[in-house]
């Protein structure tokens, strides 16, 4: 009996998981389609020969002052995905730290769900939680930053077009920006800034700066400066359009937010309801709870209750996401 107790405590923990990350994911965000192309695009600039060397550059410079090992380790294809986060994020650790960093925050909760506990299942379960929490973070830290960069980019068109009406070369406009506009926006055209003063063609420059920022909005201003370097135009009205649509884009996306406020409010009030009862009902009259808990019965309906509220949940999400 107390084995079953405890896998269902186990099991109601991984719901209760599971449920918060699904709340705290953003329901609002950039469009899945959109960024799909996104990474389709950078996989087709990696297979040039040409645009790879922009990739090279970017790795040179990221792994300069490792060991070899280490140049290893962040070259291997498992922690791919977790080198990119890290540099979108803005931090500094390497790929196969952050993995030793999540094992042993994974192992101390185990440890400590364990020495409180004696249950295996639950020890497993502080140790998943554990290890995906720094993932998770940073994660949240890409996020916000990526923001943040598409929030700074339409005054940093701004910038570039008015430096060009007055007469300033291309790459002297991306200086301006990198001294007048804040972190992180700056540091990036800072970047992609000192290529060209070392001698890197426009075009590996401007594939760096989409490298490092995978942004839909970088894309487009990235794409826009490249055709008029192909096939002419007058580029200060070009930033001036990609700047109105960026900022349209923008305030749609704030305005559909807004609107969907209350609908992500629903989803939590209706999400936290069984659990706020749950509470009240031990406080108020706990002798009601075993009959729920020990009961096979009673574990059989917190079950099935459970995996509605992770439909329902799923569910409205879906409704509540809205793509621009």
């Known amino acids: 009996m107390n084995s079953q107790v405890y896998l269902f405590a186990v099991f109601v923990f991984f719901a209760v998981f599971a449920l918060a990350m699904g709340l705290s994911i953003p329901?609002?965000?950039?469009?899945r389609?959109?960024?799909?192309?996104?990474?389709?695009?950078?996989?087709?600039?990696?297979?040039?020969?040409?645009a790879s060397a922009a990739v090279d550059l970017i790795r040179k410079d990221r792994f300069k002052g490792l060991q070899p090992w280490e140049v290893a380790l962040e070259n291997s294809a498992l922690l791919q995905g977790?080198?990119?986060?890290?540099?979108?994020?803005?931090?500094?650790?390497?790929?196969?730290?952050?993995?030793?960093?999540?094992?042993?925050?994974g192992l101390v909760t185990a440890f400590l769900c364990f020495a409180l506990s004696r249950v295996w299942p639950l020890a497993l379960g502080g140790f998943l939680v554990g290890f995906y929490?720094?993932?998770l973070k940073v994660n949240s830290d890409k996020n916000k930053r990526l923001a943040r960069i598409?929030?700074?980019?339409?005054?940093?068109?701004?910038?570039?077009?008015?430096?060009?009406?007055?007469?300033?070369?291309?790459?002297?406009?991306?200086?301006?920006?990198?001294?007048?506009l804040d972190e992180?926006?700056?540091?990036?055209?800072?970047?992609?800034?000192?290529?060209?003063?070392y001698g890197c063609d426009l075009k590996l420059a401007l594939?760096?700066?989409?490298?490092?920022?995978?942004?839909?909005?970088?894309?487009?201003?990235?794409?826009?400066?490249?055709?008029?370097?192909?096939?002419?135009?007058?580029?200060?009205?070009?930033?001036?359009?990609?700047g109105k649509i960026i900022r349209a884009r923008f305030r749609f996306s704030r305005k559909v937010r807004t609107l969907s406020a209350e609908g992500r409010m629903s989803a939590w009030i209706l999400a936290l309801v069984p659990f706020v009862l749950f509470v009240m009902l031990?406080?108020?009259?706990?002798?009601?709870?075993?009959?729920?808990?020990?009961?096979?019965?009673?574990?059989?309906?917190?079950?099935?209750?459970?995996?509605?509220?992770?439909?329902?949940?799923?569910?409205?999400?879906?409704i509540i996401r809205i793509e621009v």
């Open 133 to 135: 929490v720094p993932l």
């Open 82 to 105: 977790l080198r990119s986060n890290l540099e979108q994020a803005g931090h500094t650790m390497k790929a196969y730290q952050l993995v030793l960093l999540a094992l042993l925050v």
């Open 150 to 180: 598409d929030e700074q980019l339409p005054e940093a068109v701004d910038i570039m077009r008015r430096a060009l009406q007055a007469g300033h070369p291309f790459k002297e406009c991306l200086h301006l920006v990198a001294e007048e």
């Open 33 to 50: 389609q959109a960024g799909k192309r996104l990474r389709q695009r950078l996989d087709k600039i990696r297979l040039e020969t040409e």
């Open 184 to 197: 992180p926006i700056n540091k990036e055209f800072a970047v992609t800034f000192s290529d060209l003063s």
């Open 27 to 31: 329901v609002f965000g950039e469009n």
């Open 282 to 318: 031990y406080v108020t009259t706990p002798e009601y709870l075993p009959v729920l808990v020990e009961s096979e019965l009673g574990r059989k309906l917190v079950v099935a209750a459970m995996l509605a509220m992770g439909l329902g949940i799923l569910w409205m999400r879906k």
């Open 207 to 242: 594939l760096g700066l989409l490298e490092r920022v995978q942004s839909v909005n970088i894309m487009a201003l990235v794409t826009s400066i490249l055709i008029q370097r192909e096939t002419g135009g007058n580029l200060a009205e070009i930033l001036s359009n990609i």
